[in-house]
């Protein structure tokens, strides 16, 4: 089994059409919808997770692809900047994953991006915009 967080871009014509559920029914992919921005008559975006086999992802990328589907990975989507911290850890109880943590030691916050599904929870949390989404 394979992982993959991908961002989708769908343009306008394909808002409506259930590609995610073509995606877990045709391709036995597992989906997950990490965060979407989809508007009508605007191109829609989606950040998922998707589980499956090697094989099947690459059937799903040829089926999104021959759709108009883009499909990019996630690199790098949530950025924290420490000069604008203040390590309030307001963020820190809202964050479902602990990419946000305290160092028990120097008492600062801890980002692991490895560990951040992009939910955004912490944008609104943190009152000095130290925490903002690249998407
Ligand atoms: S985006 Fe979500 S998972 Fe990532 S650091 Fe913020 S609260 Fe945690
Ligand atoms: S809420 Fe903002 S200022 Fe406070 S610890 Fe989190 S990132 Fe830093």
């Known amino acids: 089994m394979a992982k993959k967080k991908v961002i989708l871009s769908f343009p306008p014509r394909l808002i409506q ?5 073509v995606l877990i029914r045709q391709f036995d992919l597992q989906i997950t919808i990490l965060r979407a921005q989809v508007r009508p008559r605007e191109r829609g975006r989606m950040v998922v ?3 499956g086999e090697k ?11 021959e ?3 883009q499909v990019d990975p ?9 000069e604008k911290c203040v ?7 809202v964050c479902p994953t602990h ?11 801890c980002f692991e991006p490895s560990k951040c599904i992009i939910c955004e929870s912490c944008i609104p949390a943190c ?3 130290a925490i903002e989404s690249q998407f």
């Open 17 to 21: 059409e259930p590609v995610t559920n």
């Open 49 to 51: 997770e998707m589980i």
């Open 55 to 65: 094989q099947n992802f690459d059937a799903a990328f040829k089926y999104l692809d």
């Open 67 to 69: 759709k108009g589907v």
């Open 74 to 82: 996630v690199v790098q989507e949530m950025r924290y900047m420490p």
């Open 87 to 93: 390590h309030c850890t307001a963020c820190v109880a």
């Open 99 to 109: 990419a946000l943590s305290v160092d028990p030691q120097t008492r600062e916050l």
């Open 127 to 129: 009152s000095y915009q």
